[in-house]
């Protein structure tokens, strides 16, 4: 059982490259997450997705689109990259109901745009 | 938005001693949670509190959601080296988006 597998776990980028991080999860989780995690600043919510086919924004969700087409999978993508993107970025996924589930996080992805 | 002040941001101790970090808003929580990210992982829950006033223990953390419901705090006894990482709280203050609201985290140093 994997859990949540994040790919690639490293990339650098230079400015204005687009790329796409993927997120896999086979827990059969309805909701999954983006974050971004930046040093002293926490863990800041990109976007999201409450369940196969939705997605919204969250609290940093400028320069960056995502895409829910396989309940399992949750995309996020740079169409053009900027240095201010460099950072750690984080999926997570959680069952519907109750918010006791927590969340479960993938390992990340050290993104480096240059 | 919502925001949550964690404090302290970094900590330096040595085995054995005992932690204290805390988190407070603004705003009411419904659910308070503490999580625990160790170097080049992504964070893992340590303890979830559901209702004010609850004292939760996992071994040898203890986390309590505050009355006021705008503050939790999470100790740890009889640190190890272990126990190096950092520590975020988190908040769920309702919707059926179950977004969280995450502290900027507490870094925690363990001297051998």
């Known amino acids: 059982n994997a859990g949540v597998t994040q790919t690639p776990k490293f990339r650098v980028l230079k400015t204005g490259q687009s790329m796409t991080l993927l997120c896999a999860q086979d827990?059969?989780?309805?909701?999954m997450y983006w974050y971004r995690q930046d040093p002293g600043m926490g863990l800041r919510l990109i976007h999201y997705?409450?369940?196969?086919?939705?997605?919204a924004k969250g609290e940093v969700p400028d320069g960056y689109n995502v895409s829910r087409l396989k309940k399992q999978n949750f995309l996020l993508g740079l169409e053009s990259a900027a240095p201010s993107q460099t950072s750690v970025y984080f999926c997570?996924?959680?069952?519907?109901?109750?918010?006791?589930?927590?969340?479960?996080f993938g390992s990340g992805t050290r993104l480096t745009v240059v | 938005g919502q925001q949550l002040n964690q404090s302290p941001q970094s900590m330096f101790i040595q085995e054995g001693e005992d932690v204290s970090m805390n988190c407070t808003s603004s705003?009411?929580?419904?659910?308070w949670l503490w999580y625990k990210q160790d170097p080049g992982e992504g964070p893992v829950l340590l303890i979830a509190?559901?209702?004010?006033?609850e004292l939760t223990s996992n071994g040898r953390l203890t986390a309590q959601f505050g009355i006021t419901r705008k503050d939790s705090f999470l100790n740890i006894s009889a640190s190890i080296p272990s126990d190096v990482g950092i520590y975020f709280c988190?908040?769920?203050?309702?919707?059926?988006?179950?977004?969280?609201?995450f502290g900027k985290g507490t870094l925690l140093t363990v001297n051998p």
């Open positions: 997570a996924s959680r069952l519907g109901g109750f918010i006791q589930a927590g969340y479960t």
């Open positions: 827990m059969n989780h309805e909701y």
């Open positions: 997705s409450v369940g196969e086919g939705t997605t």
């Open positions: 705003s009411i929580f419904n659910t």
């Open positions: 509190l559901y209702k004010a006033g």
């Open positions: 988190a908040g769920h203050s309702g919707g059926s988006n179950y977004k969280l609201t």
